[in-house]
């Protein structure tokens, strides 16, 4: 039943779009695990006012005690290398197949979608990367229940639910006193926050392109805004259905969010918007960018001619002057032919005619403005 | 009844718009025949939760025994190039004419039409190529009766239903214990997920296209980024209205279809909306790379200018000095006449002055880091 | 009463806007005769399903006996040149007078009106021209009533309801058994179909430009894209009307139309969609073969600075070294004035190392990969 | 209470826009006067079906007796200069002080606000200039009674009213018979109108332009496009509210407009959607023009470089034949020291190998297609 | 609880976005501060239509005793350094925690919410900067009770309040008889029509560049075009939600607002659409600008081309004439071996040959129109 699975091979290039593609004509629910894919780890935390526990459990059904119960319970699967794993989970938390298809197979859509008790969510997470530009981007499954919560990350790195963690240890603000519904919500908003690091860094970027644009435009520099271009696209792609799930958690999704965390929404609602705001407002100045740049490489191309006419126009009329006197007519035969080399005076006023062509060349090139630019040292 | 078709030459280009034209003032419901269209094969597939069968049948009638019953009947017509044939098939299934007309008559737009007791679907099957880029794309139509499905496809081979008949045959998931409705789906869905392979080929050629933009711009990236942007005009343009025409089909399609198979069609809604958002990033990297295209071009102009420039900025002055001296002024006549031309030392002097002139203007385009790039050799 | 008309220039230059521009304070309802209009010419078609009359009437006054009965009476006026027949046409069908106004005066934008007991359908329609590209474009108005259809054409010649006219002669389908709403609907939908073979003509120019645009891009093509956008603009404000006409006609026209040829309005209304699909795809493809255009013009330039770079950089330093040696240092001075000259090898050493400068230029060039394309005769 | 004018320095230039900019923090309601404005002449037209009365009036209150009654009076205000005036008249007629605040204070937006028993509209005229391209543009604020119109516009000349006034005054039209709410009408007709000779001359600009742009592409091409480009955002604006006015007054005006009358508006209505219309078309016009520019200007730089290249690439490499024999190796000291020079046949066998280069080139370049063009004298 | 804030490096650069980023899964209500944001200042106006208090006061507590009673209290706190004092006035004012982190935390999105009896309106306000282009943007919070209304602005210096202040002073217009809503109104209003001199100088400024770009486009050009299209991005981020919190008030803002105040904010919605309708057109001519950019640098080019194309196309042929009377064919040895060296008018007639080239290409140039434009000193 488990079908090989049919991946682009933009899989390892990590900014680019990781698609999945459906097989056509699967049985609907069909799971697909990637061989090359984490095996799953699985941390459970298990916390309500006054009690808290962490713990990694190596098997699904050790989490089982504690989904009945006066606890909110984070189930945080981290990992889709197992297929009976995934199976067994999706048994414990009663999963619709076509949830745990959604869950399993990645890079789908963020949407959300209401079952009886269950709300599952899928989101799209993004962690700026360490020492390099761009970022990972990774699907985040939720099934909220009435008194847990399930999370399926792609892999146990990267994830930007740290502080969260941190808040429900150290029993910061009032996560300990609410319910699964909260820790949803905090979830995503740190989902959602994690986009402003990534931002942050394009508009550096952008900021120093702007520069590098006028004074040193070259192919890396078009490389560069290309490759923005392309990663913005993909943060959109990712943002602006996640707003869309938030607007629909606000007003659709049924009694599993409480009305308290509703007005905890509107905030992130918020964000995702500014995200939405930045990310099309960057887009633009990429391809103003990209304008500049075509523009800037127009301007170098006219320096550049200019150099050239300037030095041809004038030293080729003065190639021409010499080519005159340098030519071999016989002055004994005639006294027209080229009297001027057995002048007095030939030489000196033949450089003096010449001079004076380079003067006049020179003035009317000056007048125009051309020498101040072309001729200085070290333009770019 | 039967007029002359008015096809444009466009046919038997595979991947451009086969576009069909109405013959302005016809009567409604006119079958209009393609000579050189497949003549119609029928392949019936009988099957319910316990029974199989799947024969090709000579002639329509053939099929009328299995219609009622308590069994699900997929009658498959490939091929448009019989008129009696489908005017049998047109009163077998009772079918308006101008439901008969939709069906016969290719490139029409996908869309979903109810009648008393059917459900007319038009869609747009895209397959890719064999052994080169470009994809096949066909018309298929689907009505919908209580206990049957009649398809309508415009020729015998390339179709993306073979999982779904396979799964019928070895009863894979629900589909054996399912109704007509389901089968619908499972069709629909195959034809939705017989996008991604194709965008998947898209992705892959833009991908290489990013590098040869930057690196070797020539006329053939030029043809092949305007390739792209055509075919994803045509994808496009398949898979917008197939998503309206499911979106109707969840909500608006009476008791055709069951609130089960509604469910699925969100997933099969999903999938849609992920193509479009796919075509719609292709689309917009393509346009970024004609624009990356005509960038690259310019710089490629720029490199070859500075070398232009380079050599004849040193040479041409050089060539000055040269001709300064090959002038024949007398110096017998004047002590002002060339005296150079004696000097002990003339010669080598001149040789000096050239040397000092050419690494002046060396050394002015190495400040401008001119050299380092122009002048390697092998650039692209 | 009748005021001069103010009309653009355009007027003689068939493919472009014959915009029509209202006299800035005129009383509403003014009738504008063009002096060069057509003198109208009105065709009555008189039948139901037994009858059948055809008869060019030459007053207004004689199709009233036709109007009151149990026949369908199409009265067909074409041209616009005499006040006083269309006033009299007024009188006998009880126009309002701003109906009136805008059957006589053409350029109306697509609409539909409903009145008492008549309904106002200002259409466009468009014709390709014979022997050249472009197409004319023409309003057509049609006032429906009970038992009656008024349609005004502006001029006798070009229009596409000769196959409608067949049909009802010969009794094609079902034309006559039905009422005036069907012969409206027909009549629409020759209009709708008559867009298709137009734009069939620009979806084979814009196929022939994609190969030219690359292999000759001169000042031609440019013009054509031009041509071509402009016309596509121009079916797209006619077409796009026409879309809302019939749309409002399904939903909103009251008695006038029966729900049974609401349900061909349908058909109608699919392939106006149909029309606008291809506009909008043609017209995003000129868009993009402007910018291959662009491309390929900067593509050519770099061919042709490519040559004279090469010819340049190989020739100009040679002739720098001839120029050397055409210098008149007196070797007899000095055995340090051009020894070279007096070697007996001199010469055939000079030309060696021209050699050689040469072969370095040109395995310099032939590594960067210009000289394949640069050199080869008859490029374009 | 009369604050200092902030307005633009665009003031004097009439085709850009004359924005006016709200001085923040202000008392809402203050009136701004501009000291160059011109002085409120009051023309006062009263009229029923009977009467007819034209006059005018130096004080506002003049016009008192005239209000109350069985005729329709519309009191047109012409210039903005004078404060004490515009305050009487604000009394005379009961105004809101936002709306005097709106009626005196130009470059509103066009809009329609209902009071009491008044209805408010702001309204942008054009009217072409008569020696130039271009035009005015000016408001006209409508403020609206039971009996009465009162009209304020910025200045005496310029209107397009004059048809409107000589209809009242000929009595032609139902005018004489009708009450404020057609004469508003009417004018408002006359407004939307009046952009119709607006557009006409833009129209025939472009179509000059089409022209030039190709056969003489100069800065002057560029900067005329661009003023098209602006004058037509500038009309853009000042018609896309005016048809919201419109489609408001259609709907929503309450008591103030009779329901004939919205019949007449549907008419304005239609010509403002075909006014948009003309707007959009030219403004896609117009940056196809652009393109078709930038496209050209690079055509032409194509054929100066052809024409470069032709003739550097035949003169540098026969320079180069003629510099070898300048050369001045002895010919007495070595039998290989260029023996051309003492061949018998040397001159004229060196002339003929020149001439054999110079012809191959010319065959490379004819073969290309480059003489034809590049050589025809006057091509542009 | 107190959280390092993460801000760009944006910050200095006073008219880049100075983007606040939310630190992913804080706490909910965390109150950020900037070590360098200034220490607030709080000033307490107090007036009703008899009284007026102005005083700046030390600490938040001394405002409470004007805020029950029956005047209206404006608190303007100015600058976020201190925690403290934000935390206390938060309690005095009962605000919820996620209204002190929406005031407090700079660069939210311009909104409004609606809590208990208060209306949280977040506005971003420009104020021009004195000596520079450019402008400075802040955020102000305005949090509007019965009786008072709160204002928290990022610093002291830079707001365009004073008009209001003084019209509160002055007792001008109505505003000491209204209440706190009516102040709301005030200070919108100001902010929306603080817009407008920013605005204007974008206007003057481009108007300014639409000369320097055809006359005289350099980098500088280009990168104030930029400039100018990134800032007003900004203006656009800043201005459009600004309308939709208008328009919010207009409609659902509860009893916060009375009807009287609402016909104000019509006003004040109107101007923000006037805001809107003035950035789109300066957007729109900014881009224009670019276009005409590119192509004047397009132009420019063409004209170095042409002085190149001219002078080397005059004068390579010339020397290369002069390059063949240079040669040193031995004239004794044959009289084929250039006898015109020999000629009595050799010279002359060389001379003469050169000047008919000469002046025969010159008379090409000419008729094509180029020594007119380039030959021309002082071009640009």
């Known amino acids: 039943m488990i079908n090989k699975i049919r991946r682009s091979r933009h899989f390892n290039k990590e900014t680019f779009m990781r698609d999945f593609f459906h097989e056509p004509g699967n049985v609907p629910g069909t799971l697909v695990i990637d061989e090359n894919a984490y095996y799953p780890e699985i941390i459970l935390i298990d916390y309500n006012t006054d009690n808290y526990t962490k713990q990694e459990i190596a098997s699904p059904e050790e989490c089982i005690p504690f989904l009945d119960g006066n606890s909110v319970?984070?189930?945080?699967?981290?990992?889709?290398?197992?297929?009976?794993?995934?199976?067994?989970?999706?048994?414990?938390?009663?999963?619709?197949?076509?949830?745990?298809?959604?869950?399993?197979?990645?890079?789908?859509?963020?949407?959300?979608?209401?079952?009886?008790?269950?709300?599952?969510?899928i989101a799209r997470m993004v962690v700026p990367k360490k020492n390099a530009f761009g970022f990972f981007s990774e699907q985040v499954s939720l099934v909220l229940g009435k008194t847990y919560l399930l999370t399926v990350q792609e892999e146990p790195e990267h994830d930007c639910f740290d502080a969260v963690r941190s808040r429900i240890e150290k029993s910061k603000g009032i996560i300990r006193k609410s319910g699964a519904d909260y820790l949803t919500y905090a979830l995503l908003d740190a989902i959602i926050d994690g986009f402003f690091p990534v931002l942050e860094r394009y508009g550096e970027q952008i900021e120093d392109l702007e520069e590098e644009v006028i004074t040193k435009p070259t192919q890396k520099t078009l490389q560069k805004i290309y490759k923005i271009k392309r990663e913005l696209l993909q943060l959109r792609r990712a943002i602006w259905p996640q707003r869309d799930v938030i607007s629909s958690l606000m007003r659709d999704s049924g009694e599993n969010i409480s009305d308290e965390v509703r007005i905890y929404l509107r905030d992130c609602y918020d964000h995702a918007v500014q995200v939405i705001d930045m990310v099309e407002t960057y887009r633009e100045l990429t391809s103003g960018l990209m304008d500049v740049y075509l523009s800037a490489v127009s301007n170098k191309m006219n320096e550049i001619m200019k150099i050239l006419t300037v030095v041809s126009s004038i030293f080729i009329p003065l190639t021409f002057v010499a080519g005159i006197y340098g030519m071999n007519f016989n002055t004994e035969k005639s006294p027209y032919n080229m009297p001027e080399l057995n002048w007095y005076w030939g030489y000196p006023l033949c450089l003096a005619v010449m001079a004076a062509i380079a003067g006049g060349l020179l003035f009317f090139f000056w007048r125009r403005g051309w020498l101040e630019r072309s001729l200085t040292i070290k333009q770019d």
Chains 1, 2, 3, 4, 5 share one sequence.
Not at 93 to 108: G, K, R, S, T, W
């Open 73 to 121: 319970s984070w189930v945080d699967v981290r990992g889709l290398g197992n297929l009976d794993i995934l199976q067994r989970v999706g048994q414990i938390f009663d999963l619709h197949p076509l949830v745990l298809e959604d869950v399993v197979n990645m890079a789908e859509r963020p949407k959300t979608e209401e079952y009886e008790d269950q709300l599952l969510i």
